[in-house]
């Protein structure tokens, strides 16, 4: 059994049905845009009509369903070379 947080899977349908395992945290999300911390750095996820249809923080499991047109991936490494605050900022608004 591998520990909490070890896990980094990403599963898109149709573009319209998004699981993500590896989510310690969700920061700021509308109908066009998610921003979520995973144990492998930050994502952000961008469309219409998204919508966050299943959450546990604690299995690191998140259900987003909508039109999804983007997903930007930003690593832990990346994430200090922007001078993480900014981002942090930006995904915490």
């Known amino acids: 059994m591998e520990p909490k947080g070890c896990i980094n899977r990403i599963s ?3 573009r319209k049905h998004l699981l993500v395992d590896g ?10 845009e998610i921003g979520l911390v ?3 750095g930050f994502l952000t996820l961008r469309g219409e ?3 966050i249809t299943q959450l546990n923080l604690e299995n690191g499991n998140l259900i987003v369903e909508g039109r999804i047109y983007a997903m ?7 994430a200090g070379s922007l001078r993480g605050k ?6 915490f608004k």
């Open 12 to 14: 898109l349908t149709e």
């Open 23 to 32: 989510v310690e945290h969700v920061g700021n999300f509308n109908e066009k």
């Open 38 to 40: 995973t144990n492998m």
């Open 49 to 51: 009509g998204l919508h």
């Open 72 to 78: 930007e991936f930003i690593d832990n490494k990346s």
């Open 86 to 91: 900014g981002m942090l900022n930006r995904i």
